[in-house]
């Protein structure tokens, strides 16, 4: 068994990096989220979660379907990230813009004799 570890040990570490960066991204991706929308991500990010969950619990070294787990996990953080920048930029460019437009437009001119 041991040897069988040791053929295989490029692999694992491969792994293992592969894992280390996942980990990485989905935190740097997490932290984009604006804490205003963050109630209105919760769902995708359990959704995403819910994905990542085989790995932290049924999934070993040895699994026979760890790398479409890693293409799984993958896909779901880039779907995630899409929407994530898709709100931001709603969030700055459309809705914070207005708003801001808006707060500097004089809506009464009153008389200055009163």
């Given at each position: 068994a041991a040897k069988m570890v040791l053929l295989q040990e490029q692999k694992f570490k491969i792994y293992n990096h592969e894992l280390t960066y996942?980990?990485?991204?989905?935190?740097?991706?997490?932290?984009?989220?604006?804490?205003i929308v963050a109630t209105l991500l919760k769902s995708h990010v359990e959704n995403l979660e819910y994905k990542m969950r085989p790995g932290m619990v049924t999934l070993t070294w040895t699994s026979m379907n760890i790398e479409s787990y890693f293409t799984e996990i993958w896909r779901e953080l880039d779907k995630f990230e899409q929407l994530v920048l898709t709100v931001n930029d709603l969030m700055e460019n459309r809705i914070d813009l207005n708003l801001r437009i808006v707060s500097n437009r004089l809506l009464v001119n009153l008389p200055d004799d009163q």
């Open positions: 996942f980990l990485r991204e989905y935190r740097r991706v997490t932290q984009m989220i604006k804490p």
